[in-house]
């Protein structure tokens, strides 16, 4: 089992770390509180508490019907009329389900469960460019938000069902006789137990598990015809049983490999870097404990001495939305409008509800090139100087006041959560006595210190 | 490490600048200097490669493209029978012999064909295959064998081996993501989407040249940095990767290296041909102008997406099919205009090809063998390898008669005038098409 961390290795330092791995890091004030809470009412305060959900009522939508659009008896103009149409409408409900989502992530006050939703995106990667219906990607998010925390093999039936992964995956048009393989494959190589995990024939038996799941073309919601499945004996691992899709599930969730798979994932997700198998082998006992319970376990984690090594430390490289998540914080400001936000998502590769593809974003090292890396130093700069009455308060981050010692201790612990080198810092101070202390010369070493390679790590 | 840094920098302080220029040069006198010495320069930039070096594009068609009805066996009973909706009858197709014709909408790479400037090779695949999107396109991008994972690219160990001491730019990806066909030990190799984004920007500071020269101080790790303490400590990482600082250092001293010198060619270029108007386009009109333009690369790297096609496939691939053509035509075109087309070789792969049968979704699922195609001034035209068997399959798919490493190791071999076997680790025989 894990290590608990000694409260009085509970530093000021490891706080940061959990601020910034466990959500979207925070202003040194924030910090400071969650510091001052204790450990374990710390990690409670982050696992355990939900806002209101009228907090945040998201976009009504309605589902695209295309079907019905299609089959009226319209001129070819017209349905050409009616398609421009949806298609408008598919691209500015989808933007609205974006804003939605990312205000959310950036104002909620239990950003925790947002990461994690973000996680499991990430995992049952689902793209609008191929579901191209706002209203099934919603759903699929509060299906993700209600289960983040939660028992996986729920989850993982629950998801099954979902009918943006039903389009997604093809298995709406999977049925007995026809079944298409492209979920079941996907359930276990990406999903639950990895690749190598089962055999090319564990994949066509249980793709006829899933056949008959379809769409509710109205309601959007999903609807199960059973003459379209395939209730006959199936050999899934060497078991010959008439399974449907949940019983499947429940195989997979039971082998060994599935509990490996996923402690491995999220562990990759929250520390950093992928674990060594010893370490795996805990932190699979240790998710295996908790029944599967994601939240129990990350819990399990952030309290363990292991999560807060050095190893860890200002070592995993921000995605881009914890990038500018985590910069509106530490310059304080607000969200920028949403055109921004849109465009710095979409030139840093990382666009809510279009993963690239069914794996998810790759992150880690996959998140920056030479190319990205120029423009996170370029988009700091804007997020530093532009956005009109909500321009980042200079005085408040750098005092007028501040010697330009005490001003690079300030600009250390506020960017970096911990000292810079000795290099970094003895250009940081000439550049503060050669510039002297105007708003505009505190601005730009603001926007400096925001191009160097540390501030990606957290 | 320290070694290749300082080669990096005195590559762009003797190579581009034309002679040793001190980084704290202001920046506006550096532009003016690029400015004039443009021309001048031109010579420099191409040290490493030279301007008759010949230049591999790489386009690679992401998802799993249907071979079948890209290189359509219409003299094959077999394959009307396995697609009674998605085959395309023989009447429609660009007959190349009594056997194959192109997809319909190729007919800019049938003009190719025939002017004797495109090979196709048939059945490329290799053993064991392997039918995720991710572990086959990771098998065709590290030259593995299905069985084995390998951490580095072919083209990283090619740059490796051959390319010592050359510009990070060595290998130009164009898009926001790093292949991991690029990846190696030290990592060379830079990727960019769009090329007027690809620069630090510093017109809203207040202090210029204070600005830009504490930039560029900063992102020149040879100095205290990486000599003093810290690199010890890092070093001691467990990742085998190298430690992510460095690597972010590693990253930001390319970028600040390749931007400079890519802004000044995109400024210098003009398109040479008229491209139509989509991704792949786009991406294929900037590496005319960087090879236009002198950049010292050797392999671009391009790609297209959205052929994982399982449902409702035939109008799907119609339209990738008839984007493919029209870049590449206009690529061509572009290059021929350049005088450049007699340098550029262009291979295309994908991480597999459809299955045989068609799906009840009207579509097709993963598969393995597909054709490939190789384009470009030296090429020597045909098709090359056996027409695969319909019948005969493994799995529902078409067992490989070309190995992919032979089409690599031809290119290597033939084209790069490359050793194969420090890249591909053994030796596989070579292919006609060069």
Sequence with gaps: MLTPLPSREWTLPAAAHLLNRAAFGGSPEEIQRLHAMGHAAAVRSLIRRGEEEDLFPAPELVPMNYRRIAKTSMTPEELAAAKKIMQIQLREQTQEARAWWIRRMASTPFPAREKCVLFWHGHWATSIEKVKDPFLILQQNQTLRAHAFGPFAPFAKEISKDPAMIRYLDLNSSKVGHPNENFARELMELFTLGEGHYSEEDIQELARAFTGYRIHPVTGSFRFFPKEHDSGVKKIFGKFRPFDGDAAIDLIVSRPECAEFLSAKLWNFYAGEKPSAPLNELLASEYRASGMNTGDFLEKIFLSREFYTSNYLRRQIKSPIQWLLQTCKVLERPLPDFRMVQNTLGQLGQVLFAPPNVKGWDGGRAWVSSSTLLLRYNLAGRLVREGGGSMPDIEKILPASASPQQACDLLAWRFFQGPMSTELRDKTLHLLEKNGNSPAARHDIVHLLMSTPDFQLI | ?434
């Design chain 2, 1 to 434: 490490m320290k070694h290749t840094l300082h080669t990096r920098r005195q590559f762009l302080r003797t190579s581009i600048l034309g002679g040793a220029v001190s980084w704290t040069i202001p920046a506006f006198l550096e532009r003016t200097f690029f400015t004039l010495d443009a021309m001048a320069a031109d010579s420099a930039i191409q040290t490493p490669t030279g301007k008759d070096s010949p230049i591999l594009v790489v386009l690679q068609l992401a998802g799993g493209n249907d071979g079948l009805n890209t290189l359509v066996p219409f003299g094959d009973d077999a394959y009307y029978r396995a697609r009674p909706n998605l085959a395309i009858p023989g009447a429609k197709t660009l007959r190349l012999n009594d056997h194959f014709g192109l997809n319909p909408k190729l007919t800019g790479l049938k003009s190719l064909h025939d002017e004797g400037h495109l090979a196709m090779v048939q059945g490329v695949g290799y053993p064991n295959p392997n039918r995720s999107h991710f572990r086959s396109t990771e098998i065709w991008h590290t030259a593995s064998d299905s069985a084995v994972t390998e951490k580095y690219g072919w083209m990283g160990r090619y740059f490796d081996s051959c390319c010592k001491g050359e510009d990070p730019a060595v290998g130009v990806s164009i898009g926001s993501q790093t292949p991991q066909a690029f990846a190696a030990p030290e990592p060379r190799g830079i990727s960019f989407a769009r090329p007027e984004q690809f620069r630090f920007d510093l017109k809203s500071a207040s202090d210029r040249d204070a600005a830009d020269e504490f930039f560029r101080s900063v992102n020149d790790f040879e100095s205290a940095q990486m000599d003093g303490g810290s690199i010890g400590m890092l070093a001691g990482h467990a990742d085998a990767g190298g430690d992510t600082l460095d690597f972010l250092q590693r990253t930001s001293l390319d970028a600040v290296m390749s931007s400079d010198k890519v802004a000044e060619i995109i400024k210098r270029s003009r398109p040479g041909a008229s491209y139509p108007s989509n991704r792949l386009a786009d991406s294929l009109n900037l590496v005319a102008r960087l090879i236009g333009g002198g950049m010292p690369t050797r392999v671009y790297y391009v790609s297209q997406g959205g052929y994982d096609t399982h449902s409702n496939q035939a109008g799907a691939h119609e339209r990738l099919m008839e984007e493919l053509d029209s870049s590449l035509s206009a690529f061509c075109a572009d290059l021929k205009a350049q005088g450049n087309f007699d340098r550029v070789l262009l291979m295309s792969f994908s991480e597999f090809g459809r299955r045989v049968h068609e799906n009840a979704s009207g579509g097709t699922d993963h598969g393995a063998a597909a054709p490939l195609f190789v384009l470009g001034g030296k090429v020597k035209p045909g098709i090359v390898g056996a027409a695969p068997s319909l019948t005969q399959l493994h799995d529902g798919d078409i067992i490989h008669g070309v190995d992919f490493r032979s089409v690599y190791a031809t290119v290597l071999s033939k084209w790069l005038n490359a050793p194969v076997e420090p890249v591909l680790k053994r030796s596989f025989p070579l292919l006609p098409f060069i």
